[in-house]
């Protein structure tokens, strides 16, 4: 399912291209109109953003495990608790194509197409339960790397509605659905020694706000509802036997992203069409 959408995604995004390629020869051919000045064209590379995001993964870890008391009956105890990635980082390479235009040179309605990489380093995990004998501390035990396909449905204001470079701001709000291959592993060689490979497709909403310097950036706060099930295991400690697993709950991530050829976008402003 999500290496279906994640497909979906890349042809969305190739299909736009091809499009951006259409409009170009369609404007060149109709830069006058009725006395009219018309929108130059904007080749995809132009579209381009690069990113680096900072975020916090909370996760719920949930164990049972199945005892036997002096009499040999099964005990069963389940304990949860929710824990968080300390630090981590995560890369994005994105693009956005503009739908339509809401009769306004500062109004547009977008699709948003991005590609990210991130590495999450989790907090000690299988601690803080009763059977556990040590403490817990605030170490790293295992670790993750997620790759991501999001796209949205954004309204976008400002600059990027035309895009245009004689904007100076840019703003947004959207929401869409992303989706998720996650490696977990109890070491940094992550790829190598991954005990769990999961899949899933996960919401989320967004919001952005930048500036043109030079060349545009922005600040995008990004929040996705639950997520995968990065671990799943059993004969988790000692010789208990019982199941483990940590699920994803909710993610917060603050990003700063620039558009390095948004210098090359044209001018237009209220008085064009």
Known sequence: MTKSLMLVVCCITLFCTQSDAQQISAYSSRKELDGKIRRSPVQPHQRMHIGYTFHNVFASQQHTVYRLDNADNIIETEESRTVRTIGGYAFSLGSFFTLTRFNSNIAALALSTDFTYSYLPWEELDSGFAYRASPKEHKATDFTIQLGAPISLDLKLG???????????????????????????????????????????????????????????????????????????????????????????????????????????????????
Do not use: D
């Open 159 to 273: 600059a990027e509605a035309g895009p245009s470079y004689n904007h100076k701001w840019t703003a947004g709000i959207g929401g869409g659905i992303s989706p998720v291959i996650a490696f977990t592993a109890p070491s940094k060689k992550i790829f190598k020694e991954a005990v769990n490979i999961t899949q899933v497709a996960v919401p989320f909403i967004k919001t952005e706000f930048g500036m043109r310097t030079g060349v545009l950036m922005k600040v995008r706060m990004l929040l996705k509802c639950c997520g995968p099930e990065y671990m799943k295991k059993w004969q988790v400690f000692n010789s208990f036997s019982g199941n483990y697993s940590l699920t994803g709950k909710f993610s917060t991530h603050i990003s700063l992203l620039v558009y390095p050829f948004s210098y090359q976008w044209p001018e237009y402003g209220w008085w064009q069409p």
